[in-house]
């Protein structure tokens, strides 16, 4: 008995299908099944460690080609049942602070303990110049050389929801791919802090030792993020400046209220340069991962970021479609100058863009 007459009801006549129709559907089946064998076989080599590969999954999940983002998601959830075993670190702070050399610090410090370290990067700019950050790895060069460590420079994008959403993809790659460590930086622009913190599990803060008032000129919301306040460069003439810097934090940060992991951010010092002070920072997430993994935060706040991501992809991608709509494109158009000769309100502009999508 053939596959297709196995399951035909015997008093039901046998619906003929036109041989192109067939034809059809059966080359879209043999992609299908190509595209599936090929997910297998790129998630099998990702487990097995092969950066090439990895590289290359990376690239099919930044690509916005059609063609590659179904492939891209088979990956991501073929390689998702290996995921989520890592501790995922988020660092940021203005451009100069010492992210870089401070990650080639930590990353070297790992990888000595025998640990697998990825360096993933969300910059903000590069969805205005193209640019990204990590672009020059001149500041790493013993992680870019070291065969337990992965680097990926930013991906750029049009919006920092859809860069900081192919990075969080990422994520669940590297993880696949065996690293333990996966850390993410970001410059303090825009939105940027936000979105990493809502991917990782420790946020870190840089910061350098200013002229006295230390808490001066920092970003609202930026303290309520960190998990740890490090003051870098604290090295020759800067150490007593560092320490000021460090007990004026520690001060503010008593103002604050308790956070829901239990968990009271601290302030340190370090030299990512000299390499000092980067051992008790590596304690210091250790301890954070072995409070909230005891208390369950760690696996409750995971859940929380799965949630957000599920709502804001789902935002993105209504926004995108309804933006690229052809009709809704040209009517904003028409309405956009109505609206600056008062011939309509904003909002009555809006209602009738909306219904107009809606209706199409
Ligand atoms: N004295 C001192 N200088 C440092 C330290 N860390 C970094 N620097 C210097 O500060 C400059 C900037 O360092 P990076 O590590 O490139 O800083 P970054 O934050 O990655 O900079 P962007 O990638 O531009 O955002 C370089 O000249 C470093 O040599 C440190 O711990 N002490
Ligand atoms: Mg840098």
Known sequence: MTE??????????????PPSTNLNAINRFKRKQKKMES????????????????????????????KHFKLAQELIEQCLPYANNSIRIGITGVPGVGKSTFIEALGN????QGKKVAVLAIDPSSSISG??????????ESLVRSDHAFIRPSPSGKSL???????????????AAGYDIIIVETVGVGQSETAVHSMVDFFLLLKLAGAGDELQGIKRGIIEMADAIVINKADGDNINRAKHAKNQFNKALHLYPPTESNWI???????????????????????????????????????QQNEFWLIQTIEDQLKNAFYEHPKVHTTLQELT????????????????????YKDS
């Not at 998630?43 to 059609?66: M, R």
């Not at 410090?109 to 000595?112: H, V, W």
């Not at 640019?131 to 790493?140: A, E, N, V, W």
């Not at 900081?164 to 790659?173: D, N, P, Y």
């Open 4 to 17: 297709s007459t196995k399951h035909t009801p015997k008093d039901q006549p046998i619906q003929k299908v």
């Open 39 to 66: 997910a297998v076989q790129m998630t099998q080599d990702i487990v097995n460690g092969n950066t090439t590969v990895l590289s290359k999954a990376i690239t099919l999940i930044e690509s916005t080609h059609q």
């Open 109 to 112: 410090l790992l990888i000595k």
């Open 131 to 140: 640019g990204s950050i990590l672009g020059d790895k001149t500041r790493m």
């Open 161 to 175: 929801g859809g860069v900081a959403q192919k990075t969080r993809e990422s994520i669940i790659l590297c993880e």
């Open 265 to 303: 951010p601290k302030v340190l010092t370090c030299s990512g340069l000299q390499h000092e002070g980067i051992l008790d920072i590596w304690k210091l997430i250790k301890e954070y991962v072995g409070l909230t993994q005891s208390n369950q935060y760690f696996e409750h706040r995971r859940k």
């Open 337 to 356: 100058t109505q609206l600056k000769q008062n011939k309509i309100t904003p909002f009555a502009a809006a209602h009738s863009l909306l219904n107009l």
